[in-house]
């Protein structure tokens, strides 16, 4: 019964993930048509208060992965993306929301709950400082307030420099420019010009794409609720002096499934209130998507939590890892192996060694 539970559950992710996928490449189509083009995709500029010219992009997270790590498995890596831009482009980590005064720097935190219940039972909160000629900050990293790294011992990679890797104790650190890991074929989803997957001409809409990276190397024992209990829920989120800007969990979930001012209203909420306050929103979403259960995956969807087995080394649907190709799992398994794949490969050369993300363009 549990067996047959469990498939069930993981095969309406997938098809909401799949439904929401069609969803955003139609958003990411109107949104170009209707202006300047930005980027949609995963949680990338997600919400109207997070858009130039009033948003902040130094707030807007773009995408967040968890995952064991590669040279110890006793550790977990959890990985913060903001700054979204161009080739060549170089942006600060944040220090206030531009055009407002007075105001706080930004706060990027990692989220666990390791108890189930939507809830955070450990912050992993990092903060910067001022930025420096070169674009380097010192950065300090608690744990539900208690000090892991200092801001004498942080410091953020420098515009075009080698990765400079922060390491105190059993806690690596890492923050700079990095490659955007997240990668499809826009224009196959949407069929334009009789586009087609694996036709031939498929192109990866976010190859050289920059985006900030936030990246932490710590054991999981500072995650979980204990060695029998491996499991836990993470969710990345932004705040500017008390104000929560933007939250995340899993992909495309703010993007696609709610609208208009609902986005921010959605990032400035808390997992735990999700059912209550979108599920009528999400199930009525669904429905006109033309999902088969619009109940069931909704219940899946909410809370917008991004579940990983700190104890397994599998990727998707386990946490998220940065290869992991979410549409080909999407469309292979919606379609038992009718479609493989949209035949788009990551631009990013990976690296075996902490942080892991690829070189900026």
Avoid at 215 to 222: A, G, I, K, N
Avoid at 302 to 324: C, E, K, V
Wanted: with cysteine; glycine share 10%; charged share 15%.
């Amino acid at each position: 019964m549990r067996t047959t539970v469990l498939v069930n559950r993981r095969m309406l992710l997938i098809a909401a993930f799949a439904v929401a996928a069609g969803a955003l490449a139609l958003t990411a189509f109107l949104v170009q048509k209707a202006g300047p083009p930005v980027a949609h995709a995963a949680d990338h500029l997600d919400a109207p208060g997070l858009m130039p010219p009033g948003g902040s992009v130094q707030s807007d997270i773009t995408d967040l992965y968890a995952f064991q790590s590669r040279s110890n498995s006793a550790d977990s890596v959890l990985v913060l993306n903001v700054n979204t831009g161009p080739a060549g482009s170089n942006f600060t980590f944040g220090r206030g929301i531009p055009g407002v005064g007075n105001t706080k720097g930004v706060l990027y935190n990692f989220n666990i709950d390791n108890n189930g219940d939507a809830v955070t039972d450990v912050n992993l909160r990092v903060r910067f400082g001022q930025p420096a000629a070169d674009g380097s900050q010192q950065f300090e990293v608690r744990r539900n307030g208690k000090l892991l790294i200092s801001m004498d011992q942080g410091l953020s990679t420098a515009f075009g420099a080698a990765s400079n890797v922060v390491t105190v104790g059993d806690v690596k650190a890492f923050a700079g420019r990095r490659d955007d890991p997240f990668f499809f074929d826009l224009a196959a989803f949407l069929g334009l010009n009789g586009r087609s997957f694996c036709d031939g001409q498929q192109t990866d809409f976010f190859a050289g794409r920059n985006v900030s990276s936030i990246v932490l190397e710590l054991p999981s024992s500072m995650l979980t609720a204990g060695s029998a209990h491996p499991k836990i829920g993470v969710w990345a989120s932004t705040n500017a002096d008390r104000t929560q800007i933007d939250r995340m969990g899993r992909p495309a979930i703010n993007t696609v499934f709610n609208h208009g001012n609902e986005k921010n209203r959605f990032n400035g909420g808390d997992p735990v209130n999700d059912w209550r306050d979108f599920g009528a929103s999400f199930v009525s979403t669904l429905t006109a998507l033309g999902a088969a259960d619009p109940n069931g995956l909704a219940h899946v969807l909410l809370p917008d939590i991004l579940t990983y087995d700190t104890s397994s080394s599998a990727g998707f649907l386990n946490g998220r890892q940065l290869p992991d190709d979410v549409i080909d799992a999407e469309l292979n398994l919606i379609t038992n192996g009718k479609i493989t794949g949209d035949c788009v490969a990551n631009d990013s050369t990976f690296s075996n060694t902490f942080p892991y993300l690829g070189s900026p363009n």
